[in-house]
């Protein structure tokens, strides 16, 4: 017996040489039995549910993965601390088992690990799925999880002792910005390059200075913390700065959507309301403009056009992508005009599944393009 059965040694003797002790009444003999053979069924189905599953996320085969009570407790775990709902949850274990993935933890605290396991999961829900209903409902949920784990901070640094050496600091002092490196974090204190001009000239912060410091992770999240200076010296021949440790590391605020730059033609159809009350319908204007999408979200986009549009107005966008036209209803958010074109910021207020698959795989880089 696998799984949790170590935990109960089962050392019952031959059947044959079982005796009822006359003593012992019928009923307690029953009850023993009863309770013996809840027991074993609970150890079953234990580890049934701790077993590798093969259809996990909805359909299509497991590539391997982690298995085991711990593994899947640790699974659980992070996936409620980062959010994810129960749907949410069965889809990143079935991305990493689809993977072959072994520790959890690591691949969710690693950006670009974590995008090549979700890319291959993207592959395996396109080939495998039965209908193409099914397969854009399971892409829909694959992307809401990937978009959860863009924003979560797991595997984020907790504290400056974890920053690594040579990691780049940005310092703020009387308005100007100085860009230093993590020379040590095993110190009793950080140390750090001391601030120069670009010219070369060195910095002289007052000891006591407080100061905010902006970094970014290898996933590419910003993060602030306060610190003060302690003093100065020399640190392997590198003229170095001492700040105070901190455990108060702030996550700086990022975008809602993973945004990507592009250069995609778009056309737009104004879309204004008629009627009132209970009779309104949105009517989508023949006239059309042309323009091209800057960049792109789920969110939202930004678009390049010759024509100055109104801000609030509202607008049907529709364009190409991996030879799918893909519309959304946007109502402009703010404009910028340069030189002869005016670029749109767009907030998307309705779009279909299926397109807003086609944005996230362009944006993820899952597909290909």
Same mark, same amino acid.
Do not use: W
């Given at each position: ?5 170590? &935990? ?33 069924? *609970? ?48 889809? &990143? ?75 780049? &600091? ?112 949105? *009517? ?27 801000? +609030? ?16 209803? +946007? ?19 309705? *779009? ?18």
């Amino acid at each position: 017996m696998t799984g949790l059965s170590f &935990l109960f040694p089962l050392q019952v003797p031959s059947i044959t040489n079982f005796e009822i002790d006359s003593s012992v009444s019928p009923l307690s003999v029953i009850l023993f039995g009863s309770v013996f053979t809840v027991l074993i069924v *609970v150890i079953a189905v234990i580890n049934k549910r701790n077993a590798p599953q093969t259809n996990a996320g909805g359909g299509g085969k497991s590539g391997g993965g982690f298995s085991g009570l711990f593994s899947a407790f640790t699974l659980h775990r992070l996936a409620k601390s980062m959010g994810l709902n129960s749907e949410q949850t069965k889809m &990143l274990d079935y991305v990493l088992k689809t993977d072959g993935v072994t520790d959890p933890e690591k691949s969710l605290g690693n950006p670009n690990l974590l995008d090549r396991h979700f890319r291959r999961a993207y592959r395996v829900i396109e080939q495998s799925s039965g209908t193409e209903d099914e397969a854009q409902r399971r892409l829909s949920v694959l992307f809401s999880t990937r978009n959860i784990l863009e924003n979560s901070t797991i595997g984020a640094i907790a504290n400056t002792r974890q920053l690594r050496d040579d990691a780049a &600091l940005n310092i703020t002092y009387s308005k100007e910005k100085y860009e230093v490196s993590v020379l040590s974090t095993r110190n009793e204190n950080l140390i750090v390059e001391a601030p120069a001009t670009v010219l070369g000239s060195q910095v002289k912060i007052p000891n006591g200075t407080t100061l905010t410091i902006i970094f970014f992770s290898k996933g590419n999240k910003g993060f602030s913390f306060d610190t003060k200076v302690v003093g100065y010296g020399n640190f392997h021949g590198h003229h170095a700065m001492q700040l105070t440790h901190s455990s108060q590391l702030k996550l700086l605020s990022q975008r809602r959507f993973r945004r990507r730059s592009a250069v995609i033609a778009c056309s737009l159809n104004l879309v204004y309301v008629e009627g009132s009350g209970k009779k309104q319908r949105l *009517v989508v204007d023949k006239r059309r403009l042309s323009g091209t999408i800057a960049d792109i979200s789920v969110g939202g986009c930004s678009i390049k056009a010759m024509t100055p549009v109104q801000v +609030g107005a509202k607008f049907k966008i529709e364009f190409m992508q991996r030879s799918v036209n893909v519309a959304a209803l +946007g109502q402009v958010l703010r404009t910028n005009r340069t030189g002869m074109s005016t670029t749109i910021h767009v907030r998307f207020l309705k *779009v279909s599944q299926k397109s807003m698959n086609i944005i996230n795989a362009y944006v993820y880089e899952y597909a290909n393009d």
